[in-house]
């Protein structure tokens, strides 16, 4: 019996990395300190995929979103920042995903259904959020600075997270028991 490679999915990794492409490219239109951190937590967040570590997709995700809002706060395009931040979350959620399975089912197990169900349902989620969003601050802004969209996008970013840490947390100590 073969012993399973309990290294994070490749579908689900390889959508993260290109969420955090886009995440960092649609930042560095609107700030070259944003581009610049942004390929830091990008290297980071490739490395923690390819080597299995979730505190390094935490940390790169998170930088990422850092030279997203650098850039929010430096550029005028609220579409820019919005585009990235959906890019960031796609990222750490799929990165973390691609780690789970891994871990639990092993890289070799054939995952690409759920991976896919799991990618479409994220995207999916990230485009309504995004588009009411959006439509609130068209509706609502009435000339309002780029720097309180930022901070409203980053609010929910850390609900996202939250909502994210404990959903894992409660999930792995049913595992445990």
Known sequence: ???LTRQPTTLSGSVA????????????????YGLGIGFLGLATLAFGL?????????????TIFVGVVVS????????????????????????????????QLGREAETRRLEAVHI??????????????????????DGQPVAGVVLLVLAAAFLVVALGSSHR?????????
């Not at 479409?120 to 802004?141: E, K, P, Q």
């Not at 947390?169 to 028991?177: A, L, S, T, V």
């Open 120 to 141: 479409i349902s994220s995207i999916l989620i990230g485009l309504v959020a995004a588009t009411v969003g959006y439509g609130v601050y068209i509706f609502a802004s």
């Open 169 to 177: 947390r409660n999930n792995w100590k049913g595992r445990n028991r």
């Open 1 to 3: 019996m073969n012993e």
């Open 17 to 32: 990395v290109a969420g955090a492409v886009v995440a960092v490219l649609a930042a560095g239109i609107g700030s070259g």
């Open 72 to 103: 929010g706060l430096q550029g005028e395009s609220v579409e820019l920042t919005v585009l990235a931040t959906i890019g960031v979350v796609l990222a750490w959620d799929l990165g973390q995903d691609a780690t789970d399975l891994g871990e």
């Open 50 to 62: 390819i080597r299995g570590h979730r505190g390094a997709i935490d940390i790169g995700s998170l």
